[in-house]
Structure formats: C-alpha cells, structure tokens
C-alpha cells in the first residue's frame, strides 16, 4: 500500500513538472529574424527574465530532479512493541501480563499504522505545494522571456 502512494506521489510530481516544462513560450520571428539572431536573443531574455524576476529554471530543475526523502517505514513495527510493552505493564498489574502484552501489539499497530498514513499524506502535500510553487514561478519566467522576446520583434504564443 505504502508502496503504491510512493508511486502515485512520484507520478504526480513528474507530470507537474512536465506540465511546467510544456508553458514555454512559443517564438516565431516575425520580422524575418535569422535563426542564430532569434537563439541570441532567447538567450538574452531568458538572462533578463532570470535577473528580472530571480527564478533560475536551471536550479528548479536539478531541484526536481532530486528524489525526495522516502516515508518513514516501522511505524507498526515500532508501535506494536511499545503497544506490548505498555499493556504488559498494565496486564501485570491487572495480574495477566501475556493478554496485556497481545492487547497492547495490536493497539500499537493499529495506531502506528494510522501515524504512517497522516506522515504520507502529509508529505504528499508537501510536495504538491512545491509543485504548485514550482509551476507558478516558471509561468512568471516564461512570461518574462515573452515580454522581452515581443519587444525585440517576435510573435509570442
């Protein structure tokens, strides 16, 4: 299961950063501008959009490129033992250590297992606010390089 929701995060994140990648602009020289004349001058509003409005879709690339810290694992594991040995504790007083010790696992897993959910579901809305930040600033890029681009005579889509 934890699996699974690893997987459905990692899809998500690779389909918004692609979607982010897909808003670029699209150029057309529309002044009959050569082609090396048209990559100088991508090349230099993508250098003023950068200095403009201080994102570097180069570093948010690498960023997410990165994977991300991987969920907690043991979360039953380890609340199955303290569950243990908490209704051990409580059987001895209640003169049945063993039934106290049964009683305590499952509790403990039980609610080791609930944490490990809220921990995912947690994460996976971290990530998708980066993303959504991620998303937000390449848009504001690219609309930077297309101001500059239709101010230096090109048709921008």
């Not at 990648?21 to 991508?42: C, L, R």
């Not at 930040?133 to 921008?156: E, I, K, L, W």
């Amino acid at each position: 299961m934890q699996r699974m929701q690893r997987v459905a995060i990692g899809l998500v994140v690779w389909v918004l950063t692609f979607a982010a990648a897909a808003q670029q602009p699209i150029i057309y020289p529309a002044k009959g501008q050569s082609a090396q004349k048209q990559n100088t001058d991508t090349a230099e509003c993508q250098l003023w959009a950068k200095q403009t409005t201080g994102v570097d879709p180069v570093a948010i690339a690498q960023q997410s490129g990165q994977p991300s810290a991987a969920p907690k694992q043991g979360g039953a594991v380890k609340g199955a033992a303290g569950g243990a040995a908490v209704g051990a504790a409580v059987g001895a007083i209640a003169g049945n250590a063993g039934k106290g010790a049964a009683i305590g696992a499952v509790t403990g897993t039980a609610a080791g297992g609930m944490r490990q959910r809220r921990a995912n579901q947690a994460e996976a809305g971290q990530q998708q606010a980066a993303q959504q930040q991620t998303s937000q600033q390449m848009a504001t890029f690219n609309r930077a390089v297309a101001a500059c681009m239709t101010g230096r005579g090109y048709t921008v889509q």
